[in-house]
């Protein structure tokens, strides 16, 4: 369907996408008296939270910090239920913003950016729709998410299953009803590990397929009492100060001691703090080494596998359940009930490790041991991560550069805003920045705020153009692997190294050095008069 909007010949800022980026980036840029038109795919607002609408999605941030900052009176006045919203609650929020702010008026939705190439006589992106419009804009912002080119699996004969099929990115707006069906699910990383338990409970059959398995920590989910939704009010300015001085942009203490340096009865017992509180951050930072450690990260493991096998009563399928790569290299999950639904008598677990994955059928999934029939299939195979939605489009830089070629080895970039050759050019989140390590609220204000001072301050010094000097970014790119190699992030085939997608290089995508300490890099670039980039009229 195209869009019945008539679009701007010209303005001075396209934005592509309307989620939490591309909104906040539109309030902001009029603020400063600039024009700007969005595009968004979407019908609506949103972003991940209009399209993830499978059953059991969740933010696995709690709701009082995954949330705007920027109003005071947005912060004051919305009313947020849950600790940790559903896609509903947050759908809600962001439709509000919307609302609040009127943002919709230049949001032009069901529109997919396709090309975008700049102009060096005009100095100028050209930006060009599916549906053959064509807008110049002195700057192009990427706010495209990170988690937004929706992934499936590479298997033969995707296409020949009669039954339904369903992608856990792009779920039917009217939900679903599995009552009665047998259901097979393929992918257990964040969206199946929320899904199965809902599933599981509706469905007289499912049966999950397993690659990898995930961390999954309980998570206490819960309304929210009057009274902490208060005191946070009371609290805001101090805790959002927090939230922007922290590691992964939720306040949480600096741990001092190692794994190892306690006894064993100790570390149980500051797991069992971690496992009961609900919060992946607090088991991320039990111990000050369990990122950096491989004897340390193996205590959290074995802790967690010895959890597994108290859970779940078959200890061949608690064997399976189990991850052997290091805990939080790969993104941890959040759950309700999800190791308890495998002791129903209705959920089977397929190790694909033990019996791979062969074909889609007509009548379901066969591995190498059998083939499995099904009413319905769902894919929780998550996303071409950081890198799939900016290469979709087809950017031109310098000289008709491509971005899409200039990244075959790996993104890079500077400072995760912007890249050597495009000029004018800003991506929200992207790779280099910390982005999926983090509280994305957080990391998202942070560069719309970054990105848009930086024009602020071209038109204060009467200069047009901005661009990454190369050398800025080789450095950078080495500053992010280097922090990476401290890590054992690059331990684990994980989406944030690029190995879910066949052919992808793999690279450690996202800055691993903490939203606090990232923050005073890109300050310090700024104060210095944007050290790094070339600013030129
Ligand atoms: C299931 C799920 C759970 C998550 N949970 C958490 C969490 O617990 N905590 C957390 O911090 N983050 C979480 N995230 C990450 C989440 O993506 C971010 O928190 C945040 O919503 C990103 O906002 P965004 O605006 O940058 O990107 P998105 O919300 O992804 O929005 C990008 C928009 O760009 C549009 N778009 C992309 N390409 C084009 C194009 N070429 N033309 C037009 N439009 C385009 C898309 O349609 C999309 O609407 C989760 C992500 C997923 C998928």
Redesign the pocket.
């Known amino acids: 369907m195209s869009h019945p909007r008539t679009v701007p010949p010209s303005v001075d800022v396209v934005i592509?996408?309307?989620?939490?980026?591309?909104?906040y980036l539109l309030h902001k840029l009029r603020e400063l008296d600039l024009t700007a038109v969005v595009?968004?795919?979407?019908a609506d607002v949103?972003?991940?939270?209009?399209?993830?609408r499978y059953p059991g999605?969740?933010?696995?941030?709690e709701s009082l910090a995954?949330s705007y900052s920027f109003s005071d009176e947005l912060e004051q006045e919305y009313e947020w239920q849950e600790r940790y919203p559903t896609q509903p609650e947050i759908l809600k929020y962001a439709r509000h913003v919307a609302d609040r702010f009127d943002l919709r008026k230049d949001i032009v939705f069901r529109?997919?950016?396709?090309a975008a190439t700049w102009d060096e006589g005009a100095k100028s992106w050209l930006v060009r729709?599916e549906h053959e419009d064509a807008v110049t804009a002195r700057f192009l912002v990427m706010?495209?998410?990170?988690?937004?080119?929706s992934k499936m699996p590479e298997i033969p004969g995707l296409d020949t299953f009669k039954g339904a099929t369903y992608h856990?990115?792009h779920w039917p707006h009217e939900g679903v009803d599995f009552s009665g069906l047998r259901v097979g699910i393929i992918g257990t990383g964040?969206?199946g590990v929320?899904s199965i338990p809902v599933i599981a409970e509706q469905a007289a059959d499912l049966t999950v397929f397993q690659r990898t398995p995930a961390y999954s920590l309980p998570a206490r989910n819960r309304r929210l009492r009057p009274d902490e939704i208060k005191t946070m009010k009371l609290n805001y300015r101090k805790f959002r100060q927090a939230q922007r001085e922290s590691g992964f942009?939720v306040p949480t203490p600096v741990p001092t001691k190692s794994a190892l340096e306690v006894s064993e009865a100790e570390r149980d017992a500051a797991f069992e703090v971690a496992w009961e509180s609900g919060s992946l951050v607090n088991l991320l930072t039990a111990y000050k080494d369990l990122a950096v450690d491989q004897a340390a990260n193996d205590t959290a493991k074995r802790w967690i596998h010895r959890k597994i096998h108290d859970i779940v009563s078959d200890p061949q399928v608690a064997d399976d359940l189990s991850p052997e790569y290091p805990v939080g290299t790969k993104r941890p999950c959040l759950d309700t009930n999800y190791y308890e639904t495998y002791n129903r008598p209705n959920v089977h677990l397929v190790n694909l490790r033990r019996t791979p994955l062969v074909e889609v059928t007509e009548k379901g999934i066969r591995t190498s041991e059998r083939e499995y029939e099904f009413d319905a299939i769902v894919y929780a195979t998550g996303?071409d991560a950081m890198t799939g939605?900016l290469t979709?489009?087809d950017i031109r830089g310098r000289d008709g550069l491509s971005l899409k070629e200039t990244w075959s080895a790996g993104p890079r970039t500077y400072l995760g805003i912007g890249t050597a050759g495009f000029p004018n050019f800003f991506m929200?989140?992207g790779p280099g920045s910390p982005s999926?390590l983090?509280?994305?609220?957080v990391s998202?204000e942070q560069h719309v705020d970054w990105v848009t001072d930086a024009i602020a301050h071209l038109r204060e010094q009467g200069l047009r153009v901005i661009e990454p000097v190369r050398e800025a970014q080789d450095a950078w790119v080495d500053h992010v692997n280097e922090i990476a190699s401290y890590t054992l992030y690059p331990k684990a085939n994980s989406w944030y190294m690029g190995a879910n997608v066949p052919g992808k290089p793999r690279v450690f995508m996202p800055y691993a050095g903490g939203v606090g300490e990232y923050r005073k890099k890109c300050d310090e670039v700024a104060a210095k008069g944007y050290e790094g980039f070339e600013l030129t009229v």
């Open positions: 592509v996408g309307a989620g939490f980026s591309g909104m595009f968004e795919a979407g949103g972003g991940t939270w209009y399209w993830n999605a969740r933010v696995d941030v995954y529109t997919r950016v396709s729709t706010a495209t998410g990170c988690l937004s080119a856990t990115a964040s969206s929320q942009g996303f939605a979709n489009v929200i989140t999926v983090s509280n994305m609220v998202i």
